[in-house]
């Protein structure tokens, strides 16, 4: 499932384009079981899995360096992006 661009902002990786997308509880689909996402991140070419960046009791706001921060290392901690696949859980906590 790819996210919508409608609701999403594009952002730039290391040269990648990606999707991110700020999401609450009852929004993510990806997180199952109840777990939330801060926000939940895909690859606009080639899609393959969603990094589900999960939420913290003191999360800084949500601006485009935090994204490309955790998207960094997500990628550092073995995420593939342009391998379909289960969701690619990162939290917050543990990645500051």
Not at 16 to 29: E, G, H, L, P
Not at 50 to 76: D, K, N, Q, W, Y
Request: net charge positive; charged share 20%; hydrophobic share 40%.
């Amino acid at each position: 499932m790819a996210l919508s661009r409608r609701h999403s902002r594009l952002i730039t990786v290391d040269g990648a384009d990606y999707r991110w997308q700020v999401r609450r509880d009852s929004q993510c689909v990806y997180c199952g079981g109840g777990l939330g996402a801060a926000f939940v991140v895909q690859r606009v070419d080639p899609q393959g899995s969603v990094l589900v960046v999960g939420p913290s009791h003191s999360m800084s706001p949500i601006v485009p360096a935090v994204v490309r921060t955790r998207v960094r290392s997500a990628l550092s901690q073995g995420w593939v992006p342009a391998r379909p696949g289960t969701p690619f859980r990162l939290d917050e906590a543990v990645s500051r």
